[in-house]
């Protein structure tokens, strides 16, 4: 049931990109999912694709991996191209069809390429976004975040406590998985059938679970709290981190490469404008 | 001076007249190095006791003094806390982060320990709870004993003076409350203060001192022996003997002369063995 949630779905081995700094991981990762909404032509996502082929051989994740966070949204990714393709009526008509007075049922090339091209840029910012999970362990991540909200700390924003508590959850997402499959089978060993009946009956069968594990998970953070306090836990400055972030050598090529991949995407976009004619004469 | 003096010490839950306090002006003191057992049955203020001691906890009445160092006073209370380490029962609920080195770090991180500082007493508990294998692995996959050694390990980064356990090995199994209590054997050993809640008469074999508890009040304070040898407190504070003190009972009241007062099953098996000879 809980089998697919892809989260802190790290894939633990050394490599370049496991080894850059989570800073410039999270801002160049920031830079790859705004520059592939700027993208306008096949030949720029066929270069996107080709840019992610690159990033995935040097972070030394097994393709599979990947494609397991995509298949994650591939409902959301159909339905969306499914929306694009019977909603868009501008460009060049391929069928078209008068339903009611009011609406005409209309396919067109443009309805078409927005949908290939919506598709195409979700599968890739999934594809980006799992490539840091894959390659940061969540305590880096939090770290990276930390350290880049900084400024923050001027406007008095709880910078340290933000990151304390992103460290929590993510430290008790294996924990309270663990404890809904044990209500699960303890309200199972009851009776409790969670796989019959319509979504209304389905979604009141998940309140028997829901609700103890509510009570357990505060507390849990009752007893947490304790430990922290125990443990001289005070969000003040004098709080000291056992690992310094450290930029090196890799985190400049890094920077350099997405720049380069991404500076391609701008250019062709603004100067080249379509270089597709050039490209695929005839199909557009 | 003792390392831990509690003076007429109070605690009541909640402000109000009805519910009885959880603890009655108790006093007693614990010197630097000793192994002591808490016991009681459940809702007796062991674990209020063991909260009190840290200063998680402020007395109602009377003092905790902890190395001399009063545990109601706000100023001073990290110096308490990061002196008198605390291991609790969940081995789940008391940990921070999700790699075990980033656990372990976390204390020496609240105190504002320099970074080199902190890796190095990173390793040093690890290996000495026999944990530094498992140093960059996820913890929510160990299992609860190994669990519970990295939460000790998390205490002794802070480099403490006094080691507190509140039922620490209740939720584990054999094995894993073998490999704790042996850890912090060793501990007491290397001249930390032990303070075990528990409720496994083992595990009070093991130490040189028993504290019992019943309803809020010290009913016993004496070595382990002497606790096993009175029926009377046993029985009024709920407690039951360990295994090889009943085997002991057992043979004795069935006419076999056991000469030794020893609580080790190896050496009970010798005696027996001499006593057949």
Known sequence: ?????????????????????????????????????????????????????????????????VLKSVKG???????????????????????EKVITDWWTFRITWDGVHNSIKLTLRLIFLITGASIISLTTTPMRLTDGIESLLKPLKVIKFPVHDIAII???????????????????NAQKARGAAFDTGGLIKKAKSMLPVLIPLFVSAFRRADELAFAMDARCYNATEKRTKMRKLKLGWRDLIATLFVAGYATFIFVDRYYFLGLDHVLFPGVF | MPQIEVKNVGFQYAKSEERDSALKRISFSIEKGEFVSLVGKNGCGKSTLAKLLNGLFEPSEGTVLVTGVDTSNEDTIFEVRSKAG??????????????????????????????????????????????????????????GGQKQRIAIAGVLAM?????????????????????????????NEDGITVINITHDMSEVALSQRVIALKEGEIIFDGTPKALFDS???????????PPVGKLKRTLVESGIKIEGDTLDEDELAEEIWQSLK
């Open chain 1, 1 to 65: 049931m809980f089998k697919d949630i892809a989260f802190g779905q790290y894939y633990p081995t050394s490599s370049f990109v496991h080894n850059l700094d989570p800073r410039i991981k999270l801002l160049l990762t920031v830079l790859f999912i705004v520059t592939i909404f700027f993208i306008q032509t096949y030949f720029s996502f066929l270069v996107t694709l080709v840019f992610l082929i690159v990033v995935i051989l040097f972070s030394r994740v097994p393709v599979l991996s």
């Open chain 1, 73 to 95: 949204i591939l409902f959301l990714v159909l339905f969306a191209a499914i929306i694009n393709l019977f909603f868009v009526s501008t460009g060049e008509v391929i069928y």
């Open chain 1, 166 to 184: 992103m460290s929590i959850a993510l430290r008790f997402i294996p924990t309270l998985l663990d404890e809904t499959h044990k209500t699960i």
């Open chain 2, 86 to 143: 605390m291991v609790f029962q969940n081995p789940d609920n008391q940990m921070v982060a999700t790699i075990v080195e980033d656990d372990v770090a976390f204390g020496p991180e609240n105190l504002g320990v320099e970074p080199s500082e902190i890796v190095k007493r990173v390793d040093d508990s690890l290996a000495a709870v026999g944990m530094t294998e498992y140093k960059t692995a996820t913890a929510s996959r160990l299992s």
């Open chain 2, 159 to 187: 480099k403490p003076e006094i080691l507190i356990l509140d039922e620490a090995t209740s939720m584990l199994d054999p094995d894993g409350r073998e490999d704790v209590m042996s850890v912090v054997k060793k501990m």
């Open chain 2, 231 to 241: 029926t009377e407190i046993l029985k009024r504070a709920n407690l039951d003997l």
